[in-house]
C-alpha cells in the first residue's frame, strides 16, 4: 500500500538538522507498518523493538547514557548501529518508562543516529504529564487512508492522475467510475488492514467483520487504560455520536447522551477519546474571521470518529444502502458525507475545521477553514442539489470572501462560490 506520510518520512531522514521522530495515530491506523517498510526500504540496517511487554527492554532507560542505550539496542538487535545508516524504531514506547524524555538527549547528544518512537495509545501517555522533550522532538500523524490512498490502493493510479491534474472536464468525464468508488470508500473507510481485505477478497462480511474486530479492540482499549471512573461515560460518548451526526444540526448535545447529562461531566470523557485519536473535535466559531482561533466557541462543536468506514458499522448502516441506489447521498441526513469530508480535512496538513452558525442558529455553514491569508466558507450537499441557502447568504453579508460547495454535482465557478466534486477534495 502507498501512505502518502512517506513522503514527509523522506523528508525527514534528508533534513540536515534532523530530530528524533514521534508517529502519533489512533490504534491500526498502520503506523506499525509505515515505519517498517520506511526502515526496510530506505536504511542499510533496520531495527524493530516492540516495547509492549519486553523485559528486556523495560529498564533500557533507567538512565539517559545515549552510549549506553545504543550498546544495548545493538547487543538487543544483534545489529552494528552505524550512524547515519541504521534506522531504530521503538514500537509500543508508552509501555516504557522515560523513554518519550531520553528523545531529548538523542537530539543533543547524537543526532546522527535515526531514531523513530511510536505507540497506539501515545496520544493518551502524552496527556498524562509525561515529561516531553518539547522542541527536541519532530512529529508526525498518521491518520486513516484517505480517499486518494485508498483509490492506489484499488490500482487506480491512472484516476489519482487525473484527480492530480485538475482538468476539471477530464475529471467529470470519469465521475460515475469516482462516485462508484467513493461509495466503496464509504464503505470500507480507510483503516488498512480493512482495505486491504476489501482489495483482496472483496467480500464484504469479511470487511464487516475486520470494522467489527477493531471496534471491539478500542472498546478493550477503553476499558483497560481508561480512568475506571471514566469507562461508563466514554463509552456513552462514543456510542452516541452516530446518532449525534444523524440530526439535521449536528451539534454533540450532552442531553442526547443521557437525560439530564452535562457538560462537567462527559468534558473529560470526549478529551479522552480525543487524546486517543478515536474523536475529532470541530468546534463552532462565532465570527468567520481571520483568524479563526480567536473566535472559537468552546461550548459549542461537533464530534466526528476517525473513519467513516468504523462509522457505518457504529450506526449498523447495511452495505447495501452505502454501495446500491441514492440513500447513502439521500438519506441518513448527510452524516456519511460531513464525516467523509471531515475526515478529508483531519488527514490533510495544517487544515483546522471548525463550523460557524449566527447568533439565533438560523445560519449555519458546514465548515469554515482558514488559509494563510483567507478564511473559507464551506457548504457540503450529499446530493447534486445545487441549491446552498446558508451558503448564499452568509457570502451575501461577506462578499469580501469566497465560498466552496461540495457536492455530487460537477466542478463550477459561480460569481460567490466554487462548486467542487466530493470525490475531487484533496
Known sequence: MNR?????????????????????????????????????KEYENFIYINCDNNPQIADL??????????????????????????FIFFDEIQEIKNALHSLKYFCEQAPEYHIA????????????????????????????????????????????????????????????QFIELLRQ???????????????????????????????????????????VKDVPKINLVWNAIPSQLAKENKKFVYGAIKKGAR??????????????????????????????????DFSAFKLFVLDCGLFGTMSGTPAKDILIGSNIFSEYK??????????QFFAAEGVAPYYFTNENSTLELDFVIQTEDKVIPIEVKAEENLRSKSLSSFLEKNPELHGLRFSMADYREQERFTNIPLYAIK
Not at 545493538?74 to 547515519?84: C, P, T
Not at 518512537?117 to 498524562?128: D, N, Q, R, T, V
Not at 484517505?146 to 467529470?172: P, R
Not at 448527510?334 to 475526515?343: D, I, K, M, R, W
Open 334 to 343: 448527510g452524516a456519511f458525507t460531513e464525516q467523509f469530508v471531515a475526515q
Open 263 to 296: 457538560a462537567a461531566e462527559y468534558e473529560n470523557a470526549i478529551q479522552w477519546l480525543c487524546n486517543a485519536g478515536l474523536v475529532t473535535k470541530v468546534s463552532r466559531v462565532k465570527k468567520a474571521s481571520m483568524p479563526l482561533k480567536f473566535y472559537e
Open 117 to 176: 518512537m511510536a505507540g497506539s495509545l501515545l496520544g493518551i501517555k502524552l496527556h498524562e504529564g509525561t515529561s516531553f522533550p518539547v522542541g527536541k522532538v519532530q512529529t508526525l500523524r498518521l491518520y486513516p487512508m484517505n480517499f486518494t490512498e485508498f483509490l492506489m490502493a484499488m490500482g487506480k493510479d491512472a484516476l489519482v492522475e487525473i484527480l492530480n491534474s485538475k482538468n476539471w472536464a477530464e475529471i467529470c468525464s470519469f465521475r460515475t
Open 61 to 86: 532507560f533507567y538512565d539517559y547514557d545515549i552510549d549506553r542505550i545504543l550498546r544495548a539496542v545493538s547487543a538487543y538487535s544483534n545489529q552494528k548501529i552505524e550512524k547515519h545508516k541504521t
Open 185 to 227: 470508500y464509504y464503505f470500507t473507510g480507510g483503516m488498512p488492514a480493512v482495505v486491504q481485505e476489501y482489495v483482496s477478497s472483496g467480500d464484504l462480511q469479511k470487511v464487516r467483520s475486520l470494522q467489527n474486530e477493531i471496534l471491539s479492540n478500542y472498546a478493550n482499549d477503553i476499558s483497560k487504560h481508561a480512568p
Open 4 to 40: 502518502l506520510l512517506y513522503a514527509d518520512l523522506i523528508a525527514w531522514k534528508n533534513f540536515p538538522d534532523r530530530k528524533p521522530l514521534i508517529l502519533e495515530g489512533a490504534r491500526q491506523v498502520g503506523k506499525t507498518w509505515l515505519l517498517k517498510e520506511f526502515g526496510s
